[in-house]
Each structure stands twice: as C-alpha cells, then as structure tokens.
C-alpha cells in the first residue's frame, strides 16, 4: 500500500492588490527630475514601479495597495520637491 497525496498539487499564491495611478507634477522638468522621483519613490516599500513622463508632466506609479497608500506616495513627491497638481 502507497502512502502520500494522489491528485493533482495545488499551490495557492496569495494576491496583492495593485494598484496604478498617474499624478502630474508640474515641477518635472528635467531628466535629473525624472531620475530623482525614479529613484526616490522606486525606494519605497510597496512600490512595483515608477515611470516620469518629461514632456506631459505625468508620473505613473504601480503599487501593492496593502504596503503602501496613495497619500505616502503624494507626500514623498511632495517632500522630494515635486507636489502633485490637484
């Protein structure tokens, strides 16, 4: 007689909620901005990735919605020098 699991194996993967949002920030200006606000909000725990966009002033940011909320990442720009219009 076999011992031991007979069947198909089931891995369950826990799901984060991800979230994106798009913020513009008047004051990007530059590819030093852009690289500032990369890396600065890229550092933060929670954030998947981080995109600036020069010429429409825009930054996409992807995120895990239970490590980090929207508000830490307006502040963050904020105190970075680049506050969010709006």
Do not use: F, W
């Not at 949002?21 to 030093?32: A, F, G, M, Y």
């Not at 690289?35 to 954030?47: F, N, P, S, V, Y």
Request: aromatic letters at 2%; a negative charge.
């Amino acid at each position: 007689m076999q011992h031991g699991l007979r069947g198909p194996c089931l891995l369950i993967k826990e799901q984060h909620p991800v979230e994106t949002i798009t913020l513009v920030t008047p004051d990007v200006s530059c590819e030093h901005c852009k690289r500032t606000i990369e890396r600065e909000i890229g550092a933060l725990d929670g954030i998947q990735g981080v995109d600036v966009d020069i010429d429409s002033k825009h930054v996409t940011v992807t995120y895990n919605a239970t490590r980090i909320a929207k508000s830490d990442i307006v502040d963050k720009l904020d105190d970075e020098g680049y506050p969010v219009a709006g």
